[in-house]
């Protein structure tokens, strides 16, 4: 049986969801591991999906799953998705291994400038023009999913060169992601 890998991600959003689902599973299919998108995940029942099914499917899966893959490309805002955050932490306290990727290159406190105006500094600390701090470890987005990946050991997060012309729906960096994925756990299997 392939390694099964949860499909964290705001596609599920998408109006071509169920494409790009399949796309992500067939990509992780090419290397070997069994692609699990929470969108795929009802039982089938008729009527409107409750948020607390919903919410008990996912988990079930991510049980289930041998590992993530967390698509952390900023969604509605300078920062990853709040649910696929929710996600990738929920797998680390599993300790499960983790993967990620962002469509964004930019690092987290560029993109607070970009998204809130100029930063002031007071001392090693920089302040976004509504007075709040901003975290400035030059990571790719918070810093508690940046260390999450980090603690699952498993090589930090996969981002493009540059910036790709539609991030909410590019899967090349996903490819590379999941291509490590397979890589590592076929590693942790023959260990």
């Given amino acids: 049986m392939p390694p099964k890998i949860y499909l964290a991600g705001p596609e599920v959003f998408l109006p ?9 599973v067939a990509i992780c299919a090419r290397f070997g591991l069994l692609g699990l998108f929470p969108i795929d995940l009802g039982d089938g029942a008729a009527g409107p999906a409750t948020s607390g099914a919903i919410f008990q499917a996912c988990l079930a899966a991510m049980r ?6 967390a698509n952390l490309t900023p969604f509605r805002g300078v920062g990853a ?3 696929t955050a929710f996600e990738l932490g929920y797998m680390v ?6 993967f990620g990727y962002s469509n964004d290159p930019v690092p987290h406190v560029e993109r607070v400038r970009s998204g809130y105006g100029p930063l002031r500094t ?7 023009a509504d007075g709040l701090a ?6 790719f987005d918070n810093l508690m999913l940046a260390e999450g990946l980090r603690a699952g050991g498993r090589g930090g997060v996969f981002l493009p060169a540059a910036p790709v012309a539609d991030p909410a729906r ?3 960096t996903f490819a590379r992601c999941a291509e490590h994925a397979s890589e590592v756990l076929e590693a942790i299997r023959q260990a």
Avoid at 64 to 69: G, K, L, M, R, S
């Fill in 64 to 69: 289930e799953a041998d590992a993530v893959i």
């Fill in 81 to 83: 998705d709040p649910g």
């Fill in 16 to 24: 071509d969801a169920v494409a790009i689902g399949r796309q992500k």
């Fill in 93 to 98: 306290a599993l300790g499960k291994p983790v």
């Fill in 134 to 139: 901003v975290e400035n470890f030059a990571l």
């Fill in 122 to 128: 007071d001392g090693d600390q920089l302040f976004a």
């Fill in 170 to 172: 590019d899967l090349m």
